[in-house]
DNA sequence: ACGTTTTCGAACACTATGTTCGATTTATCT
DNA sequence: AGATAAATCGAACATAGTGTTCGAAAACGT
């Protein structure tokens, strides 16, 4: 259990790569950032860098590591707060509209979508093993995995799209027509079963 | 109105580089394929190939016109034919599965989803057009735009999900899945007022 | 058959990736 | 504090792909 935290320096050169990418993506967008802009803003070494990433989407999504982090932590405590996943992604957006200028250096770009897609995958995977338990009770319903995946990339998709058009709308209105477009539909396959986890 | 057609060697050059990128991305898949794979195949001069086109995006999107035009055909005749979207939808998943083959090659890659997004788009600005006829009329409803998002997006993603991932549905099933999680929610919002253009 | 347009292909400059290795610095342990 | 182990540095190198240039050759339309 004792794990033994690694050498300072290992801890060092992560953090300042990971921080240099972010920097340098918001200055540049995804797309054109090189692994020569981070490490030379990092100052750290080429054969560093490669002695800790395998290659540059290594940094990337590992990079992004934290921005999945801050989902989960939205996502557990939304679903022990709330009964319905309203609350939840209403928290979500919240949380997004902080983070804007960052989706939207992201959103859009095409290695950007790498992220996007990440945390996309991350969401049907929460929502997959909740939906799992919850509708396996009713025969000929609809499979979990594709309300899982409706449920994830609609809501990412909305998401990423509100961010990167600078839509006029708050992220209290935005959960707003979400929930109202998506609502009925899943009440109907779900008829009121709703995170019983 | 008259156009005159251009010289045989353009189109025949054009012509033979969309469909060496297609068998290339077939083989290879979308993101290894480079610029020297697709003049190698097609037997075209390297410099010809730039004369022709931009970048290696601009190849790639030109190639897959064809594709965004039978999402046209799909559009067109379905809007005729029926007075609600679902038939167009099912129409839609029958015409991706004959060409599973190329949109998994498609789907999840990094670049690939350049053709998934701009065919989203397409679909989007399609949508767009026609929803805000329909939704001036009412006040404080939802916006057009938000819409149009919302169903392209969702669309999409559950049509390159279901081909990615092999999943054991048929087009119609999956029409039907779509349909069960959207139409509720879009009734809502539109109250019968259907594609009325 | 003739003038025009396109194609060819090889050479070139450029940018970025990823590896290697000996010298140097820095952390850790006792 | 000193010995040992580990991480970092940086410069050089190999590789690979992009996009341009230009004169010669080929194919086209009429």
Known sequence: MTEKSPDRRIQRTRQLLQDALIAVILEKGYDAATVQDVIDRANVGRSTFYAHFQDKEDLLLSGFEHLRTEFEKHLLS???????????????????????????????????????????????????????????????????????QYLSSSFISLLTWWLDTDSPYSAAQMNEFYRQLVEPGVNGVMAGMFFTS
Chains 1, 2 share one sequence.
Do not use: C, D
């Open 78 to 148: 939304a679903s022990v707060t709330s009964a319905s996943p309203w609350g939840l992604s209403l928290s979500m957006f919240q949380h997004a509209e902080g983070q804007r200028q960052l989706y939207k250096a992201l959103a859009g770009k095409q290695g950007g979508n790498v992220v996007i897609t990440y945390i996309q995958k991350y969401l049907f995977t929460y929502l997959h093993t909740h939906l799992k338990q919850a509708l396996t009770k009713r025969k000929n319903g609809i499979p979990p995995e594709i309300l899982a």
